[in-house]
């Protein structure tokens, strides 16, 4: 079948370097922002989260920056490894999913 | 463990043959959604509940039904299936209160003949 990763923007990153994945949103009142990962054959999975009186937040390896000034979030990876291979989606108060950004990492 | 659980993971089947693809979570949550995921589309909601018996419209509910008789479970009823639901679909759910993210299950990949 067909992989969701095609038609999608694709970051190609060397192991060990570090990833940064964008996402612009649309609604100047949503309060709620979730980064998910997909990867092959599977669902999305929920990675981190920021509410928007926040605007960094760190987890492990991945650290998520919002900007709601230009309604922009980002999400960082350090040291990214094989397995952070996936598609990326953006999500606004939950529901509204952005299209999704693809990973590859080069080993 | 928590999780949603989505049954068929792969249907080939033909225009017009009626069927159910299952999705059942054992986290007590009230919100349950499903969504078509197509390439260059990204995620589409065409269904959700917010509780039993309490279902609306997503995005993309043309061609499809879905029912809420018990709170863990949350079917996808194609009536008369065409081969423009060909897709990836997916189940998803979490709980009411505040900000919390989905749980999605592993997705049902249906090919319409």
Redesign the interface.
């Given at each position: 079948?067909?992989?969701?990763g095609?038609?999608?923007p694709t970051l190609s990153v060397q192991e060990g370097d570090n990833s940064i994945i964008n996402c612009a949103y649309s609604n100047s009142a949503s309060?709620?922002f979730?980064w998910?990962k997909q990867e092959s054959?599977?669902?999305?999975?929920?990675i981190i989260?920021i509410?928007s009186n926040m605007d960094k937040r760190q987890g492990q390896r991945v650290t998520v920056l919002l900007n709601k000034t230009v309604k922009h979030l980002s999400l960082q990876i350090a040291a990214t490894q094989p397995g952070d291979s996936a598609v990326y989606?953006c999500?606004e108060?939950?529901?509204a999913?952005?299209?999704?950004n693809q990973v590859v990492v080069i080993p | 463990e928590a999780q949603v659980t989505q049954n068929p993971r792969y249907l080939i089947t033909v225009t017009g043959k009626k069927l159910t693809v299952t999705c059942s979570q054992n986290m007590n949550h009230e919100y349950m959604s499903w969504y078509r995921q197509d390439p260059g589309l990204g995620l589409r909601q065409i269904y959700y509940s917010m509780n039993v018996e309490v279902t609306d419209k997503g995005d993309v509910p043309e061609g499809y039904k879905v029912s809420r008789k018990e709170k863990r479970n949350f079917p996808l009823i194609l009536e008369s299936p065409s081969p423009n639901q060909t897709s990836l679909y997916f189940c998803a759910s979490n709980p009411l209160g505040g900000n919390q993210p989905q749980h999605f299950g592993d997705g049902t990949r249906l090919s319409i003949l």
């Open positions: 079948g067909e992989s969701v095609l038609h999608l309060d709620y979730i998910y054959g599977k669902g999305p999975q929920f989260d509410r989606f999500a108060n939950r529901l999913f952005g299209k999704g | -």
